[in-house]
C-alpha cells in the first residue's frame, strides 16, 4: 500500500503521451515490460487505474489516466494521457530503461520522467490514491457472490 509520505526517492514519476486507449496501452505495457497490469476501479472523474507489484523488486506500479471527459488529474500535465506512478526503489537505470521500452511501443508518441515537485498537489493525490485503494480492498471483502439454485 502507498506510503502516507511523499518522499521524492520513494516515488518515480513517468508521464505517457499516446493515442491509445487505456486498456490497449496497459496490455502493450504487459507484453513489452513482462509485466501484469490489472484494471481497478476507477478513481474519482472516470480516471482509469491499473496496478501491477512486482514483489521481487519490491515496487508498486499504478498506471493513471491522466484526463477524462469530467477532469484533468494533474493540471500541469494537460498534454499527459498516462502517468505511471511507481512506488518503492527505483534506480536511474531501472527508469531509463522502463521510458525507453514504453517509447518504443507502437503508437506512443513519448514517455518521460515528471518530477514529483513539479505537481503542486502530489501529497493530496497520493492520500487520495490510498483512500481509493482501502476502499476497494474493503469491498472486495464484503463481497459475496450469490449463488443460485437450480
Do not use: W
Given at each position: 500500500m502507498l506510503e502516507s509520505r511523499a518522499e521524492?526517492?520513494?516515488?518515480?514519476?513517468?508521464?505517457?503521451?499516446?493515442?491509445?486507449?487505456?486498456?490497449?496501452?496497459?496490455f502493450l505495457l504487459n507484453q513489452n515490460?513482462?509485466?501484469?497490469f490489472?484494471?481497478?476501479?476507477?478513481?474519482?472523474?472516470?480516471?482509469s487505474l491499473y496496478f501491477y507489484l512486482d514483489e521481487e523488486c519490491r515496487n508498486s506500479y499504478y498506471l493513471i489516466c491522466n484526463r477524462s471527459e469530467e477532469k484533468v488529474l494533474f493540471?500541469?500535465?494537460k498534454q499527459t494521457d498516462f502517468v505511471m506512478l511507481v512506488e518503492?526503489?527505483?534506480?536511474?537505470?531501472?527508469?531509463?530503461?522502463?521510458l525507453k521500452t514504453i517509447r518504443a511501443i507502437p503508437n506512443v508518441l513519448t514517455a518521460f520522467e515528471?518530477?514529483?515537485?513539479?505537481?503542486?498537489?502530489?501529497?493530496?493525490?497520493?492520500?487520495?490514491?490510498?483512500?481509493?485503494?482501502m476502499k476497494i480492498k474493503i469491498e472486495s471483502k464484503t463481497y459475496k457472490p450469490t449463488v443460485t439454485k437450480k
Open positions: 521524492a526517492s520513494f516515488f518515480t514519476l513517468a508521464g505517457v503521451s499516446c493515442h491509445l486507449k487505456d486498456y490497449r496501452l496497459s515490460l513482462h509485466t501484469g490489472r484494471k481497478m476501479d476507477d478513481l474519482t472523474g472516470n480516471l493540471p500541469e500535465l518503492g526503489p527505483f534506480k536511474k537505470t531501472q527508469l531509463d530503461r522502463l515528471i518530477q514529483v515537485s513539479s505537481l503542486k498537489n502530489f501529497s493530496g493525490f497520493l492520500a487520495d490514491l490510498e483512500l481509493h485503494l
